[in-house]
């Protein structure tokens, strides 16, 4: 949840968020439902003392004096009675329109929409597209059968099969160990969650579209561990030097994928399930910078680790989700559409979520929130599709990358006859 004061106080905070392309008119529905707030509070708050001061008189007041001090006891309270209930309505206004508004962007965070991102680096080339792709390769190999999965669940379901499960067990193994050396303490967390712990971690209401609920349990699929990983340190107050606490957690995640119709219709590009290893961290507010560097090194060693070409990109203000400051993307070289592709991302949080969370980190100078920051360890399903196209062989066979090996205990998939 956005910070209403520096919103009404501090021009850059405003500027911040109009950055992200806020729906004309949010942010002055919310600093003029706050204003009456503040000013029906100012009025309740001079009531309730002027009340309590008449009720203390009533006793001290001389016999004749008590039925007019009753009676100026009672008015304060009248008044009360209508003014309070409309503070409480006010206040629930202002609440939900400020979760409306995003974490404004960061000052290093680039100007413009989805195509204006900024590329950091380019590591590795842009191998021709391979024999075939990796919708094609899938099938050829028995490793993704979407037909039979639409049949089972409907469009963008897809039974995984064969050593393709191996690979996939392969991965989240590897990862899970890598992030272990990082410092990172392995989660599997619940995938179902509240209400309040969608909204607490950001989500809610701004990609409410996007998740599927079950409504009879009042509880909701998370489509990213950073959800429930959120909640394990809700209104926790840390000392400084418990700070960062990292958290690796796998799961598989759930997305309805609204507004994608007709997009990545073939292989498992984009599906409804998959399994993700997710980072998220606490951080101390003056050093999450650091830990989101190091969040975005960790990404580039697994990806790099894995042969897979890839360029880092700086997201631009209007294509950050509402939690989101700023952002990095890995785009890994999909051959076969001689494009760069999303595979992983990391961003930072700063005190968006903890404000909602109320989660604290005490200081010098008073008690702080603290700050949260994420990424993605591992996105399963298309890591695989990508190893399809970069490890393809002429013959149609597939090879493992090194680091997969122990784990798999194969270094090649024959190709079937």
């Known amino acids: 949840m956005i910070d209403v004061r520096r919103l009404r106080d501090e021009p850059e905070y405003r500027a911040g968020i109009e950055r992200k392309r806020v729906r004309p008119g949010l942010i ?45 006891a009672a008015g304060f309270k009248e008044r009360l009675g209508t003014l309070e209930p409309r503070l409480a309505e006010v206040e629930e206004t202002v609440r939900s329109l400020a979760l409306q508004i995003p974490n404004p962007a960061s000052i290093e965070t680039p100007d ?55 690979l996939e067990l392969a991965l989240v193994q590897w990862v899970m160990a890598e992030l272990v050396r990082e410092g990172f303490t392995p989660v599997v967390p619940p995938v179902l969650v509240r209400e ?52 690796g957690g796998f799961s598989s995640c759930f997305r309805r994928e609204a507004g994608t119709y007709g997009k990545d219709t073939r292989g498992i590009f984009r599906v409804h399930q998959f399994d993700k290893v997710e980072m998220f961290v606490w951080a101390h507010p003056d050093r999450s910078s650091e830990e989101h560097e190091r969040i975005l ?34 785009e890994v070289w999909l051959p076969s559409e001689g494009r760069y592709r999303e595979l992983t991302s990391c961003s930072n949080y700063l005190d968006y979520s903890a404000r909602r969370l109320g989660t604290r980190v005490r200081d010098a100078d008073g008690n702080r929130l603290v700050h949260t920051l994420n990424g993605t360890a591992c996105a399963v399903g298309r890591t695989l599709l990508f ?19 122990p784990y798999t205990g194969f270094s090649r998939v024959e190709p079937r006859a």
């Open 112 to 166: 413009g929409g989805e195509d204006d991102g900024t590329v950091v680096r380019t590591v590795g080339g842009q191998p021709a597209a391979p024999a075939l792709d990796h919708a094609a390769l899938g099938e050829a190999l028995g490793f993704v059968d979407s037909e039979r999965g639409a049949q089972a669940s409907g469009s963008r379901f897809a039974y995984v099969m064969n050593e393709a499960v191996l």
């Open 387 to 405: 190893l399809f196209e970069h490890f393809q062989e002429a013959d149609g066979g597939l090879a493992v990358p090194d680091v997969l090996v």
């Open 297 to 330: 090194a960790t990404e580039e060693r697994i990806v790099g680790g894995l042969g897979l070409p890839y360029r880092v990109m700086d997201i631009a203000a209007g294509d950050l989700g509402a939690p989101a400051a700023r952002k990095f993307d890995l």
């Open 196 to 247: 309040q712990t969608m909204e607490e971690a950001g989500f809610f209401p701004t990609d409410r579209a996007q998740v599927y609920e079950l409504g009879e349990d009042e509880l909701f699929l998370v489509g990213t561990s950073e959800v429930p990983l959120s909640a394990l340190h809700r209104g926790d107050l840390f000392d400084p030097d418990a700070l960062p606490l990292r958290y």
């Open 28 to 72: 002055d529905e919310v600093l003029a439902a706050e204003e009456e707030r503040r000013n029906l509070l100012g009025e309740v708050e001079r009531l309730r003392a002027e009340q309590n001061a008449a009720s203390k008189a009533i006793g001290q007041a001389a016999p004749e004096d008590r039925p007019a001090r009753i009676e100026a």
